[in-house]
């Protein structure tokens, strides 16, 4: 997993750098694909049955499975990129969020607050610990910058099925203890996502692709993953080409 995880980190930076204005993000897709192909691993994504992409691509009010298209990226778009591959039989998977071509201070402090909550969520990865102190790591940093998780999608554990036990919000419920929640074990691989938008909000389907999930009221949002190991010696990012 190591190994397909520096892959897929290089596949995801070589997409998000040509991620500009007036570029297709059915370009972008493309690209995912041949870089895919061209270090032998599969898209995970296509074994998602009926999903015909090699990446989820998402702008501005999208949270999660938007689907590449003709939409030609703008100037001050949020765009988030998710790609997940198959190598050597096992899964990982890897999402980052860009604002294209601009400085808008407003969006870069949302960005922000996502790339903090999950750094602070990965440290809370450790062996004895549990599910519940990494959504509780996202909570806090989120709510401490006035942006809210996003509350009805999860990360989740990965390894030979893209998706697989256990479930790894973005919060703690109330009344839930962390004592409660699944203990984190050698071994263990989890993708760890922030999923996260500016306000409060419900969600729905966008349009009638059945795929793409936004924010009801437009509000914007974001996404930050990594797939993560728990080891003896603490965690190890796997989505990490270093």
């Not at 204005?21 to 691993?41: C, H, V």
């Not at 549990?130 to 401490?144: F, N």
């Not at 996502?193 to 389907?205: A, G, P, Q, R, T």
Request: hydrophobic share 35%; net charge positive; aromatic share 6%.
């Amino acid at each position: 997993m190591h190994q397909g995880g520096k892959i897929l980190d290089k596949i995801l930076w070589r997409v998000l750098d040509e991620a500009k204005t007036g570029t297709k993000t059915k370009d972008l897709d493309n690209l995912a694909q041949m870089l895919i192909e061209k270090y032998q691993a599969f898209p995970s994504f296509k074994t998602v049955r009926d999903y015909q992409f090699s990446t989820c691509i998402t702008l501005n009010e999208e949270v999660v499975h938007g689907l590449p298209s003709h939409y030609v990226l703008k100037k001050g778009d949020l765009l988030s990129v998710d790609i997940g591959i198959l190598y050597k039989g096992l899964h990982t998977d890897h999402a980052w969020t860009i604002l294209v071509d601009s400085q808008d201070k407003q969006k870069e402090r949302f960005l922000k607050a996502g790339k903090i909550a999950l750094k602070k969520a990965i440290q809370k990865a450790s062996l004895g610990k549990r599910v519940g102190s990494i959504s509780k790591a996202i909570q806090d940093t989120l709510q401490k910058f006035n942006y809210q998780p996003v509350k009805s999608l999860t990360g989740h554990g990965i390894g030979r099925k893209l998706h697989e036990p256990p479930a790894v919000p973005c919060f703690l419920p109330k009344n839930t203890r962390i004592e409660e929640t699944p203990q984190l074990k050698t071994g263990m691989t989890l993708a760890i996502e922030v999923i996260y938008s500016e306000k409060d909000v419900n969600i729905c389907l966008k349009g009638n692709n059945h795929w793409t999930i936004k924010t009801k009221d437009d509000s914007l949002s974001a996404l930050f993953e990594h797939t993560v190991a728990i080891t003896k010696k603490g965690p190890i990012i796997l989505t990490k080409d270093i």
